[in-house]
């Protein structure tokens, strides 16, 4: 008996049918809007049913999300969505799993949690919103923050050097990686459609603006005059090229052990299933706190066994393996090793 | 061969403690000699007692591993509290456990090894074989290496591995001494050395020199005979607590007729836990080693919201890094057994030590009013029954629950009369199908009035789409709410859900209707707080016992039981946790009497104390 898979049946749902009757409670202006919008507006071409899908989140404002979502769903506890999310994935192959958090949620306090979802291939869509902020708390530096930010936690700077999300959860072991923002609506699904097309863990960082506590934070890469300067769009079996007229390139000079930009040169040919993670490590390098060379899109999606399968598997072939009913192997198992029967 | 004619002698009851540095094997040899005891059908009760250290320092005090055993033609209560005969296979053993042994004590002792190196580890100057000390006691002295070495000569088997099938020629010889039977043990050996049968023959070689040398050596000139115990009739094992509850784990997933999903970290002492339910994948138990016990709770969690028996196993320290997700588990109402099998604490205490200390933790360690249900095994094979009613309670209820082992019955076994598949309860409950509100909503926070348990709604079920966490919910709908009222009224009716669980009354053991004082105890304790009344009774002294299994709630005859007493007097290995919620809880004069030692109380200590008590009040 194979085990069950999520069922695929066309199904004419809408943007709509996935809007839950709960009022949206972000901030206006949030970015977090955008991204629910993208996620309800692409949801319909997955052809899943709506019951067979659950979103699982943390504590944050992005954490807010499942109840917005006209689907199956967690809004869980600081940093524990993709533990909670494992649990439920690995034993119920029939359900699409999502798991939304945030910069504080998933790489702070569940950090343990993120990168162990990642090593095993769990499979599940893990939607990072990141805005380099704690919002929720009001305002202070994240995991994600620029070393020297000032915050109310942090009024003369912070000492914190930050993660880039995108190398950790590489150095995770991760199978899927990808950057998006949450303006380029077009971009983001593009993204979101892979991530749902990939068996196992989808890492989906995705730049989210705070216009409250965190306002402009990507700014350099969304605004329409200064974005083609600093924005890679890494597009599958394309050249990585950008900047007016293609000027920069992102080349592999030799004996470095990087990818670097320069003017001209032989841009490399992007390839995600490259197997080896340094290639898309190396992508991910390009870009630090400063946002000057920002690759955006898939980084890695390669095939490897998920852990969701693998448990399956053993679950099925150790019921193959034996014979009868429950009730009987349970009466074969209490009695097994040394009985001694009393009259 | 021929066999000196032996004197053979009868005995209602021998505590044999076995032994050794920890390499010496002494859990194996109690093991195997419990089992052979099981097997001729005396009752048995035993207690492993080891140092948390893999290997400590050979030959040292700290290093010192043992196995006490106590067996007897009758049905007892306890591992024993002095062994009649102690196995020292090394010096320090000897120096650990003379403390326990009675004068008249016979001492069988591995000569071997009492070197001048091996004297001095453990601060002997002159040996105590030589200079008188042990005079009080009986000692035989074997020279248990060099015989087993002897004995494997030219069996090809290189010198270190004869050497250390020295504890097959221990048991050999004990097994001669105490009459067993050994098959069991050789079928034993052919299966933990299938792969290497050089060392099936040694150790068997080793097991019959030992034998042989019982019934040829002058040294023991009488063999002793214990005949079986009159129990109930039906079909036994010997089993461990933990061994127990993993079986009860299984059994409560066939009798739910659902998938089991344990995520756990390792712990000692509840890592055997997840190691029996790792291998009965066939019943659809996922068994997952987590990244932490965080993980591990919220893995379990997540297969409960799916459709799953989410169940967790660990000690007090992952109890304590659970909290937060036993608290949301609250708020979600979905079921989940959390399994603390406690040991010696704060913090990482004394690991591979017992105690009672996480009373307080279980009954109130969370953030928040959250009140779940409680529940304690009394013995290593209660552990099987508590384990499917911590699971049904779960279940029906839509609740975590507690279950409260520890390492005394975790790892301390007895012989198991095996329950009837069919007759074991039936754990089903159903899912919901249908939306329960009007115009075709489905409300997650409507109640069952009879349980006042929550439909459980799983992803997958078509038309129940809805969303649930740990923001206070609204009555019925589930939404988000922060209305002071509801909020009251959700704490309330969290509280009323668990407080109104029926559970059985505790019954109270006064076979003479006449006694003034009641012992009140929980979990594992049960075995000598019975062995002390037992033993004051026999001598005329008038006491009652009541022990309970369910800590939350409370049994509700409880209030009623402890006011018909003068005295209720509750024994804990701890500072007194269930006797402060009985006073606060019925404001009756409980009186603790406390043993943190990381050792179970014997029965002799609470018999004195308690004679004290019926005698002057």
Same mark, same amino acid.
């Given at each position: 008996?194979?085990?069950?898979?999520?069922?695929?049946?066309?199904?004419?749902?809408?943007?709509?049918?996935?809007?839950?009757?709960?009022?949206?409670?972000?901030?206006?202006?949030?970015?977090?809007?955008?991204?629910?919008?993208?996620?309800?507006?692409?949801?319909?071409?997955?052809?899943?049913?709506?019951?067979?899908?659950?979103?699982?989140?943390?504590?944050?404002?992005?954490?807010?999300?499942?109840?917005?979502?006209?689907?199956?769903?967690?809004?869980?506890?600081?940093?524990?969505?993709?533990?909670?999310?494992?649990?439920?994935?690995?034993?119920?192959?029939?359900?699409?799993?999502?798991?939304?958090?945030?910069?504080?949620?998933?790489?702070?306090?569940?950090?343990?949690?993120?990168?162990?979802?990642?090593?095993?291939?769990?499979?599940?869509?893990?939607?990072?919103?990141?805005?380099?902020?704690?919002?929720?708390?009001?305002?202070?530096?994240?995991?994600?923050?620029?070393? @020297?930010?000032?915050?109310?936690? *942090? /009024?003369? +700077?912070?000492?914190?050097?930050?993660?880039? %999300?995108?190398?950790?959860? $590489?150095?995770?072991?991760?199978?899927?990686?990808?950057?998006?923002?949450?303006?380029?609506?077009?971009?983001?699904?593009?993204?979101?459609?892979?991530?749902?097309?990939?068996?196992?863990?989808?890492?989906?960082?995705?730049?989210?603006?705070?216009?409250?506590?965190?306002?402009?934070?990507?700014?350099?890469?969304?605004?329409?005059?200064?974005?083609?300067?600093?924005?890679?769009?890494?597009?599958?079996?394309?050249?990585?090229?950008?900047?007016?007229?293609?000027?920069?390139?992102?080349?592999?000079?030799?004996?470095?052990?990087?990818?670097?930009?320069?003017?001209?040169?032989?841009?490399?040919?992007?390839?995600?299933?490259?197997?080896?993670?340094?290639?898309?490590?190396?992508?991910?390098?390009?870009? @630090?706190?400063?946002?000057?060379? *920002? /690759?955006? +899109?898939?980084?890695?999606?390669?095939?490897? %066994?998920?852990?969701?399968? $693998?448990?399956?598997?053993?679950?099925?072939?150790?019921?193959?393996?034996?014979?009868?009913?429950?009730?009987?192997?349970?009466?074969?198992?209490?009695?097994?090793?040394?009985?001694?029967?009393?009259? | 061969?021929?066999?000196?004619?032996?004197?053979?002698?009868?005995?209602?009851?021998?505590?044999?403690?076995?032994?050794?540095?920890?390499?010496?094997?002494?859990?194996?040899?109690?093991?195997?000699?419990?089992?052979?005891?099981?097997?001729?059908?005396?009752?048995?009760?035993?207690?492993?007692?080891?140092?948390?250290?893999?290997?400590?320092?050979?030959?040292?005090?700290?290093?010192?591993?043992?196995?006490?055993?106590?067996?007897?033609?009758?049905?007892?209560?306890?591992?024993?509290?002095?062994?009649?005969?102690?196995?020292?296979?090394?010096?320090?053993?000897?120096?650990?456990?003379?403390?326990?042994?009675?004068?008249?004590?016979?001492?069988?002792?591995?000569?071997?090894?009492?070197?001048?190196?091996?004297?001095?580890?453990?601060?002997?100057?002159?040996?105590?074989?030589?200079?008188?000390?042990?005079?009080?006691?009986?000692?035989?002295?074997?020279?248990?290496?060099?015989?087993?070495?002897?004995?494997?000569?030219?069996?090809?088997?290189?010198?270190?591995?004869?050497?250390?099938?020295?504890?097959?020629?221990?048991?050999?010889?004990?097994?001669?001494?105490?009459?067993?039977?050994?098959?069991?043990?050789?079928?034993?050996?052919?299966?933990?050395?299938?792969?290497?049968?050089?060392?099936?023959?040694?150790?068997?070689?080793?097991?019959?020199?030992?034998?042989?040398?019982?019934?040829?050596?002058?040294?023991?000139?009488?063999?002793?005979?214990?005949?079986?115990?009159?129990?109930?009739?039906?079909?036994?094992?010997?089993?461990?607590?933990?061994?127990?509850?993993?079986?009860?784990?299984?059994?409560?997933?066939?009798?739910?007729?659902?998938?089991?999903?344990?995520?756990?970290?390792?712990?000692?002492?509840?890592?055997?836990?997840?190691?029996?339910?790792?291998?009965?994948?066939?019943?659809?138990?996922?068994?997952?080693?987590?990244?932490?016990?965080?993980?591990?709770?919220?893995?379990?969690?997540?297969?409960?919201?799916?459709?799953?028996?989410?169940?967790?196993?660990?000690?007090?320290?992952?109890?304590?890094?659970?909290?937060?997700?036993?608290?949301?588990?609250?708020?979600?109402?979905?079921?989940?057994?959390?399994?603390?099998?406690?040991?010696?604490?704060?913090?990482?205490?004394?690991?591979?030590?017992?105690?009672?200390?996480?009373?307080?933790?279980?009954?109130?360690?969370?953030?928040?009013?959250?009140?779940?249900?409680?529940?304690?095994?009394?013995?290593?094979?209660?552990?099987?029954?508590?384990?499917?009613?911590?699971?049904?309670?779960?279940?029906?209820?839509?609740?975590?629950?507690?279950?409260?082992?520890?390492?005394?019955?975790?790892?301390?076994?007895?012989?198991?009369?095996?329950?009837?598949?069919?007759?074991?309860?039936?754990?089903?409950?159903?899912?919901?199908?249908?939306?329960?509100?009007?115009?075709?909503?489905?409300?997650?926070?409507?109640?069952?009035?009879?349980?006042?348990?929550?439909?459980?709604?799983?992803?997958?079920?078509?038309?129940?789409?809805?969303?649930?966490?740990?923001?206070?919910?609204?009555?019925?709908?589930?939404?988000?709410?922060?209305?002071?009222?509801?909020?009251?009224?959700?704490?309330?009716?969290?509280?009323?859900?668990?407080?109104?669980?029926?559970?059985?009354?505790?019954?109270?053991?006064?076979?003479?209707?006449?006694?003034?004082?009641?012992?009140?105890?929980?979990?594992?304790?049960?075995?000598?707080?019975?062995?002390?009344?037992?033993?004051?009774?026999?001598?005329?002294?008038?006491?009652?016992?009541?022990?309970?299994?369910?800590?939350?709630?409370?049994?509700?005859?409880?209030?009623?039981?402890?006011?018909?007493?003068?005295?209720?007097?509750?024994?804990?290995?701890?500072?007194?946790?269930?006797?402060?919620?009985?006073?606060?809880?019925?404001?009756?004069?409980?009186?603790?009497?406390?043993?943190?030692?990381?050792?179970?109380?014997?029965?002799?200590?609470?018999?004195?104390?308690?004679?004290?008590?019926?005698?002057?009040?």
């Amino acid at each position: 008996m194979a085990s069950p898979t999520i069922p695929l049946t066309p199904v004419n749902l809408t943007a709509k049918d996935f809007k839950s009757d709960q009022e949206v409670r972000w901030c206006p202006g949030c970015g977090d809007y955008a991204i629910l919008a993208a996620v309800q507006g692409f949801m319909p071409e997955l052809g899943i049913p709506r019951e067979n899908i659950v979103f699982v989140s943390g504590i944050g404002c992005s954490s807010r999300f499942p109840y917005y979502m006209n689907t199956y769903g967690m809004h869980s506890i600081h940093g524990r969505a993709p533990a909670i999310a494992t649990g439920l994935s690995a034993s119920r192959p029939d359900l699409s799993v999502w798991v939304v958090t945030g910069d504080g949620d998933a790489l702070s306090i569940g950090g343990n949690h993120l990168i162990h979802a990642l090593r095993r291939n769990v499979n599940l869509k893990i939607l990072l919103f990141n805005n380099r902020i704690y919002g929720l708390t009001k305002g202070q530096y994240s995991p994600t923050s620029e070393l @020297g930010k000032i915050t109310k936690s *942090t /009024p003369v +700077g912070s000492n914190d050097a930050p993660f880039n %999300p995108l190398s950790l959860a $590489l150095g995770a072991e991760a199978t899927f990686v990808a950057r998006t923002i949450d303006s380029d609506r077009k971009h983001l699904q593009s993204v979101l459609r892979a991530a749902a097309e990939h068996e196992g863990s989808a890492f989906v960082e995705i730049y989210q603006n705070c216009n409250i506590f965190n306002d402009g934070a990507f700014e350099l890469i969304k605004d329409a005059s200064t974005r083609d300067e600093h924005l890679i769009r890494l597009e599958q079996g394309q050249p990585i090229t950008f900047g007016t007229d293609n000027r920069f390139s992102v080349v592999h000079p030799e004996g470095s052990f990087g990818l670097q930009v320069q003017e001209g040169g032989t841009p490399l040919v992007h390839d995600a299933t490259v197997d080896d993670p340094a290639y898309a490590f190396a992508l991910s390098r390009l870009s @630090g706190s400063d946002l000057n060379t *920002t /690759p955006i +899109g898939v980084f890695r999606n390669v095939r490897r %066994p998920s852990y969701d399968e $693998l448990v399956q598997k053993q679950l099925q072939d150790a019921r193959a393996q034996s014979t009868g009913t429950p009730e009987e192997m349970l009466g074969d198992l209490l009695s097994a090793g040394d009985t001694w029967t009393i009259m | 061969m021929a066999a000196l004619a032996k004197r053979v002698e009868q005995l209602d009851r021998v505590v044999i403690r076995f032994a050794g540095d920890s390499g010496d094997g002494m859990q194996l040899t109690g093991d195997r000699f419990t089992s052979e005891t099981a097997q001729l059908g005396n009752d048995i009760s035993t207690l492993p007692n080891f140092p948390a250290e893999i290997r400590a320092p050979a030959g040292t005090l700290p290093g010192v591993s043992s196995f006490q055993v106590h067996f007897a033609d009758y049905d007892i209560l306890t591992p024993g509290d002095a062994p009649n005969v102690l196995v020292a296979m090394n010096p320090a053993a000897l120096k650990a456990n003379l403390v326990d042994l009675p004068a008249g004590a016979d001492i069988i002792v591995n000569t071997d090894e009492f070197s001048k190196r091996n004297l001095a580890k453990v601060g002997y100057a002159v040996s105590p074989l030589e200079d008188g000390s042990l005079s009080e006691w009986s000692v035989h002295p074997v020279a248990l290496t060099s015989m087993t070495v002897a004995a494997l000569a030219g069996s090809g088997v290189p010198k270190k591995d004869a050497e250390r099938a020295k504890n097959m020629f221990a048991l050999g010889l004990l097994s001669w001494m105490y009459s067993r039977p050994f098959e069991s043990t050789l079928r034993f050996l052919e299966r933990k050395f299938a792969k290497r049968p050089e060392l099936v023959a040694a150790n068997k070689a080793a097991f019959q020199a030992g034998w042989n040398f019982g019934e040829t050596t002058e040294t023991f000139s009488v063999r002793y005979e214990v005949k079986p115990a009159k129990m109930a009739a039906g079909t036994y094992r010997n089993i461990t607590g933990n061994a127990a509850l993993a079986l009860g784990l299984v059994a409560a997933g066939v009798r739910a007729k659902l998938p089991v999903f344990l995520g756990a970290y390792p712990i000692t002492p509840a890592s055997d836990i997840l190691h029996e339910l790792s291998k009965h994948k066939r019943f659809g138990i996922t068994t997952m080693q987590a990244e932490d016990e965080i993980a591990a709770i919220g893995a379990a969690l997540g297969a409960s919201y799916g459709g799953a028996l989410g169940v967790t196993t660990t000690s007090g320290p992952g109890v304590a890094l659970k909290g937060e997700t036993i608290s949301l588990a609250i708020a979600l109402e979905l079921p989940l057994v959390i399994v603390d099998v406690q040991r010696a604490g704060p913090s990482t205490g004394m690991p591979t030590k017992t105690e009672q200390a996480d009373l307080n933790m279980a009954l109130y360690g969370r953030h928040g009013e959250a009140p779940l249900a409680v529940i304690a095994p009394k013995s290593p094979s209660d552990c099987f029954h508590a384990a499917i009613e911590a699971a049904r309670i779960a279940l029906t209820y839509r609740t975590p629950v507690i279950l409260l082992s520890d390492n005394y019955v975790a790892n301390g076994s007895e012989p198991w009369l095996l329950p009837e598949v069919s007759e074991l309860p039936d754990l089903q409950v159903s899912f919901a199908a249908e939306p329960n509100g009007e115009d075709g909503r489905f409300l997650p926070y409507l109640r069952d009035p009879q349980t006042m348990a929550r439909p459980w709604a799983i992803p997958g079920t078509p038309g129940l789409e809805h969303r649930i966490g740990g923001l206070e919910k609204a009555d019925k709908t589930g939404d988000i709410s922060y209305d002071p009222a509801n909020h009251e009224f959700m704490v309330r009716t969290r509280a009323a859900r668990i407080e109104q669980i029926p559970v059985p009354d505790v019954e109270v053991e006064d076979p003479d209707e006449n006694a003034r004082v009641l012992v009140l105890g929980w979990g594992s304790t049960y075995g000598p707080i019975g062995a002390a009344c037992r033993a004051l009774r026999q001598r005329g002294l008038p006491i009652a016992q009541a022990h309970l299994r369910h800590l939350a709630p409370l049994p509700a005859n409880l209030g009623e039981v402890l006011k018909a007493y003068d005295k209720v007097i509750v024994p804990e290995m701890n500072l007194g946790q269930l006797a402060h919620v009985i006073r606060a809880k019925y404001l009756v004069d409980a009186v603790p009497f406390n043993q943190v030692s990381g050792l179970p109380f014997t029965a002799a200590t609470l018999e004195n104390m308690l004679e004290d008590v019926v005698k002057n009040g």
